[in-house]
């Protein structure tokens, strides 16, 4: 593929660049520019809030959510030219990864599954970071094999139509600010696991939601426990038809690997930079023929990713459908990030313990980096998931032996 811009893509870079440049957050440039990810992005200000205001600021000039329709609050702008916002945007973006999964994964299940009113009622307040959402899938025994949840909806009594949802959730990224939740529940356990799932959105401050966030090994709460107790969701909240939240859910991952795939770190740049000016027992990294050959290596990996992301974004540019192809982005980026940020602290000797951005080498880029890695490799589909995918989606081998195949879910054998 042709990597430069066409002249209609210079000149909308031109437009994008002189407007960051006018209208960007300067001030939070030197923050952002020293932080490994969001969460830590920036610590002289309120971080939600600053946030807040960068995507209302993009929203208003119609920069939020570039590919999205214009009615729904979007850009109406093409995926490419969403690549080309993104190149632009730089580390500003970093601002708006609090919304990345409400705008990346939320909000294209929205466009391809809600009505029209829900559609005008949800779309726009998500795109301009006034509603934060969040994704309630994984479950304590459903993460890899997400059709096993066990949350349950039940038709309310009263004869309203509503449901009534009992359950628990696990690992919900940003459960604890967000304001609506994409919710994956069962509604028949007399039919196989994946054919009695239903897809619906629910308000997070609704009675009977009770978010715990859980710490982290780098001291965040990320993400929490999500518990819910006869919590009242009403029918206009369903996404897709009774039954149909297996094939919904469909959409929604396949739109998770895609964010995820076409936009994670993997500390390469980052490193090659730390080469150049960090001095080793034998003079500058960047001089010594083992450092280049392990650089060379990843350097080959990270352009070999950029350039199937690349295709990813052209075939939905040519209206395709995300694909299986986006595993391979998150895959290798994810292992990427650990062997790069290790191979940092390993370059760094003893000081590469050191996690203070004050005192750490690279304000503790690195540090940061390693910690987050193996997160990596489970959000969004485990390593071991996506090597599935690539081997039965895109070289066509068998499928794994599927033990509960057909099986009505309340006949299938557990512990309890
Ligand atoms: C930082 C973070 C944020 C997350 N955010 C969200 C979120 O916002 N919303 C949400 O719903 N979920 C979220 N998740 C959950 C994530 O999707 C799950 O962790 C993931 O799908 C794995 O599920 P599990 O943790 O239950 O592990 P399990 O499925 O129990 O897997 C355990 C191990 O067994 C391996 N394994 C499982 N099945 C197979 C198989 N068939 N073949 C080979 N190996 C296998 C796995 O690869 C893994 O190594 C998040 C996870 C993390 C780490």
């Not at 490193?271 to 050959?293: F, K, M, S």
């Not at 880029?365 to 081997?391: C, H, K, V, Y």
């Amino acid at each position: 593929m042709d990597f430069d811009d066409t002249p209609e893509e210079a000149a909308f870079r031109a437009t994008v660049r002189s407007w960051i440049r006018a209208n960007a957050p300067r001030r939070l440039e030197p923050e952002l520019s020293r932080a490994a990810f969001a969460s830590k992005a920036i610590a002289s200000e309120d971080p939600l809030a600053a946030s807040r205001a960068w995507q209302k600021t993009k929203a208003d000039a119609g920069y939020a959510c570039l590919s999205w329709p214009k009615e729904y609050g979007g850009g109406g702008f093409s995926p490419m030219q969403q690549v080309i916002w993104q190149q632009e945007e730089g580390v500003f973006g970093l601002l708006s990864m609090i919304f990345a999964i409400g705008q990346g994964v939320c909000g294209p299940t929205l466009i391809s599954w809600a009505s029209d009113e829900q559609k005008a009622a949800r779309l726009p307040t998500l795109a301009s970071g006034e509603e934060i959402w969040c994704q309630l899938f994984s479950e304590p025994a459903a993460g890899s094999d997400l059709a096993a949840l066990r949350t349950y909806a039940a038709r309310a009594e009263d004869g309203s139509g509503d449901w009534i949802v009992n359950g628990q959730k696990m690992w919900t990224s940003n459960a604890h600010i967000s304001d609506w939740g994409l919710l994956l529940a069962r509604t028949d356990r007399t039919v196989p696991k994946h054919k009695g799932l239903t897809m619906f959105f629910v308000d997070m401050r609704s009675a009977g939601i009770d978010v715990r966030p859980v710490r982290q090994a780098n001291g965040d709460a990320g993400f929490s426990e999500v518990f819910m107790t006869d919590l009242r969701i009403p029918d206009v909240q369903r996404l897709g038809g009774v039954g149909e939240g297996w094939k919904v859910s469909i959409t929604t991952l396949a739109n998770e690997r895609m964010s995820i795939g076409t936009r994670s770190m993997t500390g390469v740049p980052e490193l090659l930079e730390l080469c150049c000016n960090i001095e080793t027992a034998t003079g500058l990294a960047i001089d010594d023929p083992a450092v280049r050959a392990k650089l060379a290596l990843w350097i080959a990996r990270a352009n070999a990713l950029r350039h199937t992301a690349m295709r990813a974004i052209s075939s939905v540019s040519r209206g395709e459908a995300p694909g299986p192809e986006n595993s391979v982005g998150k895959l290798v980026a994810a292992e990427l990030a650990r062997e790069t940020a290790a191979y940092a602290l390993e370059l760094q000797g003893q000081a590469g313990i050191l996690t203070s951005p004050e005192l750490a080498q690279s304000a503790g880029w690195f540090q940061t980096m390693l910690l987050r890695a193996p997160a990596m490799r489970l959000a969004g589909g485990s390593d071991e998931i996506l090597r599935n995918i690539i081997a039965q989606r895109i070289l066509g081998l068998p499928a794994e032996p599927r033990v509960d195949k057909g099986i009505p879910f309340n006949e299938i054998p557990t512990g309890r």
